[in-house]
């Protein structure tokens, strides 16, 4: 069975949900997620820099999030949750995937990133900078979403499994609140059932 290894809300949440949006049986480790654990070569033989998430099906053991969601939809989806390649959409699909993880959740980690390193001298600058930078991001997606209801349109697919753990990222560590038509996207996202689950996954 999948074996997904995890820290409350991070990251492993999007490989959770693509599981659940498929149906797809996984069990979720929580992971000790001190530095100590983290960097000991028993994690660093799993994950190389000792970041979660982690995920092993058999002989497969994969270390980044939005590789495992393409993964899992490849292989388990049966077409779902993703255009095929000669779609005009997959371009867009792989984009905003993508997008998800390697620049919106990537400006929002720094905030997390510095706050972690430098406890006692937070750089309130460097925090509105960085703050800055995600909400470019989510303009970004925002304006891409306009009134669809899906990044793709009508379909719910994987690059909004990714969006959408970036949106709750940003709402734990940007904490600006959304426009209308962001909050409604968000909530259409979270009221999912499959997300609900995931949720209760972590727990
Ligand atoms: N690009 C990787 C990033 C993984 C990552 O940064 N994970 C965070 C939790 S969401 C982590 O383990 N942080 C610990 C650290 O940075 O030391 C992915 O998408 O899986």
Redesign the pocket.
Known sequence: MIKIYH?PN??GLRAIWACEELNIPYKVEIIDFS?NF?LSPQFISISPI????VLQDGDVTM????AMVHYLIDKYGSGKLRPSIDDPMYPTYLEWGWFA?ATF?SSI?EII?HKRAFPKAIHAPAIIEFKKRSTICLEAVSRFLGTKEWLLGEIFSGADIMIGIALTSYVRHVEEPFSPAMNDYFERLTTRPAFIRTKQAES
């Open positions: 820290f991070t990251r530095q983290r000792g970041k979660v998430p270390c980044e999030s939005g993880e959740t980690s990133r």
